[in-house]
């Protein structure tokens, strides 16, 4: 196996291309960490909105479910009601 530089001042110096080569590597080092880290906080907040979704959720059908309780207990209490309120005529009143 060959390698192409002579020494390691020779691979670093890339030829007398150096400032090129090692900027380039460092512009794409760069933008490679900006994406990870905005994928990371895209993420994270994505994962937020999905968990304060299924809250919200959880709330609103429990809310339905206490409310059907409640309306399906107020017609018995109705009936209840209206019976104790009931008259029983049996002659008109004069």
């Known amino acids: 196996m060959e390698f192409q530089f002579d ?12 400032f090129f080569v090692w900027t380039s590597f460092i512009c794409t080092f760069l933008c490679m960490a900006g994406v990870l880290f905005h994928s ?8 937020q909105g ?3 979704e299924k809250a919200r959720a959880e709330r609103i059908m429990a809310a339905r479910a206490a409310r059907k309780l409640k309306q399906q207990a107020k017609p ?4 209840s009601n209206n019976l104790e ?6 002659e008109p009143k004069t």
């Open 7 to 18: 020494s390691i001042s020779d691979f670093f110096n890339m030829g007398g291309y150096a």
């Open 76 to 79: 018995k209490a109705q009936i």
């Open 40 to 47: 990371v906080i895209v993420s994270k907040k994505i994962k």
């Open 85 to 90: 309120h009931t008259e029983v005529i049996d």
């Open 50 to 52: 999905v968990q304060k």
